[in-house]
């Protein structure tokens, strides 16, 4: 459907039935499947202020395993369906959005549906700031101050009990407060001072109990064979069942946070005027912040006693807050000093193609950790490191991620006693992950190969007769991921390649009509097998078009989802006539 200037959308409901024979009886079983499909787009000009749009896709499990058999959908496993609407209250600062989410984890026949979703948004103001501005910007002026609230229904379930009033009943939802202000003021020219307050209010309609039952419970964990034949038996006795209720209340969580932090700019600059390498920078941007948020863990907490035996008493600590759709984390009193650098590394080199100096960008990577002064051991938080580099023009990267342990390690347990302390030794590695990604076409191999510079049109401009053979691969491009992980928790190691694959998909035009299609084929080394293949070809009719597709999985040696399927089709090109076609496919269970 489609109305100018207004909106436009398209509607989908598909129902899929199929009766499949068992040989061993000879009954027939049912599949039946279902999905629901909407898109509606609003046109930029249909209201200033007002918007609305919807990406829905729901299935039930099983839909595309036995009616698709492309690579694309076959392998797809979430779905996520959104309605949004937002509206603008004129040229205020405040704004309304309203919506909801649905996702799907077809593999696991996992739901979550988020309904309704709203926030209010007061977007950054200056409250102290002039209206009609005299002279300077005083420093008062630069204080901000942004404000939002917003309420959530989270419900989590399968796709059978989805539809059960005890899932319903488990949903969980609350009301989310915050306000923060910040300001910006620059000292000594080169300094930055970042003051900043922020406030969190979190609103709870449950609240968690704890009690203990009086019951006396007997668990046998074994027994001995006594000298005179007799058996005795070992007991475990537990005086008491531990008991949690969820039940309804109003518990708001209040929290906050005051910092003010100092930020500036290094830099390290090495130049020369000749050779190949012309110079080389490292931009730094320190920040150190001194922190405070006060205690919000002990007025959450309640005890019990946990043993029902007089004169025995055996207490236990436990937080009244329950699982909620916002993040809401007790913690104790923190008065820390944050630190950050942000660096990047770049290198500049001459280049005789082009007679001039170039820039290219070795890596960035950022360094952060936390001091805390109150507490009572370990006050030195882990230091992380994460950056990033990229080769071969942004085709190739590379990101990296490492935490150090700055405490010794002692029988297998930390200590609290820095690495540098006594015996100086090296901090240890905690984890250490790497994920390497390339990207690449067959047009840029060959140019490399060639040293020629080749357009991404050139191809594309000649005929299919007049290409050469390497030329016809040009649409061709190459996927290479490797994953790297490695832990050392008080010293025990694990390490390993959780994901090592390769990937290839592209077209070749064969004629001016024909194209043979790749849509994927690729290999896992991990797993030790090839990814889900798929090969068709196309065929332009004028006014009609013919496309083919083959899945070869049985060639393969791949058995999720059973031998070849195939899809063949041939239908108008015209949007009025597209009635007119025909569709012929063997899905997977079509045998």
């Known amino acids: 459907y489609n109305k100018k200037y207004k909106y436009n959308g398209q509607f989908l409901l598909t129902r899929s039935s199929r009766r499949n024979e068992v040989l061993e009886t000879g009954e027939f079983e049912g599949d039946i499947s279902y999905r629901f499909y909407w898109k509606h787009n609003q046109d930029r000009k249909a209201h200033p202020f007002r918007s609305f749009s919807t990406s829905v896709d729901i299935q039930t499990a099983g839909f595309?395993?036995?009616n698709r058999s492309d690579a694309r959908s076959t392998n797809r496993d979430n779905l996520s369906s959104s309605i949004n609407y937002s509206y603008q209250f004129g040229s205020s600062p405040w704004s309304l959005t309203a919506g909801a989410n649905f996702v799907q984890s077809l593999s696991q026949r996992t739901v979550n549906l988020t309904l309704p979703e709203g926030r209010i948004n007061m977007r950054q103001i200056y409250p102290l700031k002039r209206k009609v501005k005299v002279g300077k910007e005083r420093w008062y002026e630069k204080i901000g101050l942004?404000?939002?609230?917003?309420?959530?229904?989270?419900?989590?379930?399968t796709d059978t009990t989805f539809y059960t009033a005890e899932a319903w009943r488990d949903a969980r939802y609350g009301?989310?407060?915050?306000?923060?202000?910040?300001?910006?003021?620059?000292?000594?020219?080169y300094f930055s001072f970042n003051p900043s307050a922020s406030y969190q209010e979190v609103w709870f309609f449950k609240e968690v109990e704890r009690s203990l039952s009086n019951e006396l419970v007997l668990d046998t964990v074994g027994q001995f064979t006594n000298p005179d034949g007799t058996f005795t038996q070992l007991v475990d006795t537990t005086y008491g069942v531990i008991q949690e209720d969820i039940g309804a209340a109003f518990?708001?969580?209040?929290?906050?946070?005051?910092?003010?932090?100092v930020s500036t700019k290094l830099f390290w600059t090495e130049t020369k005027q000749k050779g190949f390498l012309r110079g080389f920078r490292h931009t730094t941007t320190p920040s150190i912040a001194l922190a405070y948020n006060p205690d919000t863990q002990t007025p959450y907490e309640r005890t019990f006693d946990t043993d029902l035996r007089e004169g025995v008493t055996n207490l236990e600590t436990y937080s009244i807050i329950p699982s909620g759709v916002f993040s809401a984390r007790p913690r104790q009193a923190n008065l820390g000093l944050n630190f950050s650098a942000e660096n990047v590394m770049e290198l500049k080199y001459y280049s005789k193609k082009d007679s001039i100096d170039k820039k290219y960008q070795l890596t960035n990577f950022r360094v952060s950790t936390n001091y805390n002064f109150i507490a009572d051991s370990f006050r030195l938080a882990d230091p992380m490191i994460r950056g990033r580099s990229t080769f071969f023009k942004k085709r190739?990267?590379?990101?990296y991620a490492m935490t150090l342990n700055p405490y010794k390690i002692q029988n297998g347990r930390e200590k609290d006693q820095f690495f540098w302390e006594d015996d100086f030794s090296l901090p240890t590695v905690s984890v250490f992950t790497v994920r390497t990604t390339t990207r690449l076409s067959f047009q840029e191999i060959r140019g490399w190969i060639t040293g020629e510079e080749i357009k991404t049109s050139d191809s594309n401009r000649k005929s299919p007769v007049l290409l050469s053979l390497p030329e016809l691969f040009d649409n061709f491009r190459f996927e290479y991921k490797l994953d790297y992980t490695y832990r050392n928790v008080n010293g025990l190691i694990t390490r390993g390649i959780s994901s090592n694959a390769i990937n290839i998909s592209g077209n070749i035009q064969l004629t001016d009509k024909w194209m043979l299609n790749l849509g994927n084929f690729g290999y896992d080394?991990?797993?030790?097998?090839?990814?889900?293949?798929?090969?068709?070809?196309?065929?332009?009719?004028?006014c009609w078009r013919m496309t083919f597709s083959w899945q070869p999985r049985g060639a393969f040696g791949l058995t999720n989802g059973g031998g070849s399927t195939?899809?063949?089709f041939i239908g108008v090109n015209s949007g009025t006539l597209d009635f007119l076609k025909y569709n012929y496919n063997r899905g997977n269970f079509d045998f």
């Open 525 to 542: 080394f991990s797993r030790e097998g090839y990814t889900y293949p798929d090969l068709g070809f196309s065929r332009d009719l004028h």
């Open 146 to 157: 942004q404000y939002s609230s917003q309420f959530k229904n989270y419900l989590q379930a």
């Open 175 to 189: 009301v989310e407060h915050r306000a923060t202000s910040n300001a910006n003021f620059k000292f000594l020219k």
């Open 396 to 399: 190739s990267s590379i990101n």
């Open 64 to 66: 595309n395993r036995l």
């Open 566 to 568: 195939f899809n063949f």
């Open 251 to 261: 518990l708001p969580f209040r929290t906050g946070n005051i910092s003010a932090g």
